[in-house]
């Protein structure tokens, strides 16, 4: 992730880590990982790590798969949301606990959005939410911004707020600040990507094209000048005439693209 962004205000938010102690730091560089495994004899069990700065701490812990939703004693955590409710102008229950709701409505549906990895997009859907709190602690400070893939509810970006059920078990309020982009998948996922390796082509094809337009300006202008240089003669030995001529001055015509 990137550890401050600008808004559209050009207003720079610095990356920001509550602790439920109340106590709280502003890393320069955050990164988590999660991951799911299972079988049908054993259950399922997530692995939630976190990074930051001199900060590493991981949790491991069972988990129940219901509706598309993954839930870690009976709450569900915002990291995957059952993909047939990612639908435009729809309401998504995300996070909720005893003092805190997060819901988000659905826009945006089906767009490719940036990842960190090269040359790669993932289609995913938008959903912007809201925290309503039920106490007066005060933590909640903003919205967030999270994007889901399309295909499989997997959250792949997030901004704003960041709050969740994994973070809690880790003794974390909340993240605020920055974008969290997509670094890495595993291969089993059935993300919906786009391949954006054409734009090389495009930065390798654009300096070809300005050189080639160079190229033939230069040589229409040298076959116009050799032209008016051939209409030229050099004059002969008959009786000398006196000629005038009035220099005219052109005008230039400029644009831009």
Not at 4 to 30: E, I, M, Y
Not at 70 to 80: A, K, L, N, R
Not at 180 to 188: A, I, K
């Amino acid at each position: 992730m990137q550890d401050s962004f600008s808004t559209s205000n050009d207003v720079t938010t610095a990356l920001w880590v509550q602790f439920l102690n109340g106590t709280r730091c502003a890393p320069k560089t955050l990164c988590f990982t999660f991951s799911i495994e299972g079988s049908p004899e054993n259950g399922y069990i997530t692995k939630f790590v976190l990074m930051f700065d001199d900060f590493y701490d991981e949790i491991s812990m069972p988990v129940t798969v219901s509706n598309g939703r993954i839930f870690i004693d009976s709450t569900p955590t915002i990291f995957v949301v059952n993909p047939d409710s990612l639908i435009d102008g729809h309401t998504v229950q995300l996070y909720q606990t005893e003092n805190i709701t997060l819901s988000g409505n659905v826009i945006n549906a089906e767009q490719p959005t940036s990842t960190l990895i090269k040359n790669c997009q993932v289609v995913s859907t938008m959903v912007r939410g809201s925290y309503q709190q039920t106490d007066d602690s005060g933590l909640l400070v903003g919205p967030a911004l999270l994007l889901f893939d399309t295909n499989t509810g997997v959250l792949v970006r997030a901004a704003g707020q960041f709050s969740d059920v994994l973070l809690d078990e880790l003794g974390i309020a909340f993240i605020y600040g920055g974008v969290f982009d997509l670094l890495d998948f595993s291969e089993n996922l059935d993300f919906t990507l786009v391949h954006t390796s054409f734009s090389l082509w495009l930065l390798i094809l654009i300096p070809i094209f300005v050189i080639a337009f160079l190229v033939v300006v230069f040589l229409a202008y040298k076959s116009i000048k050799t032209k008016k240089g051939g209409k030229r003669k050099a004059p002969s030995n008959k009786s000398l005439k006196t000629r005038s001529y009035k220099m005219l001055n052109a005008e230039g015509i400029h644009y831009k693209l």
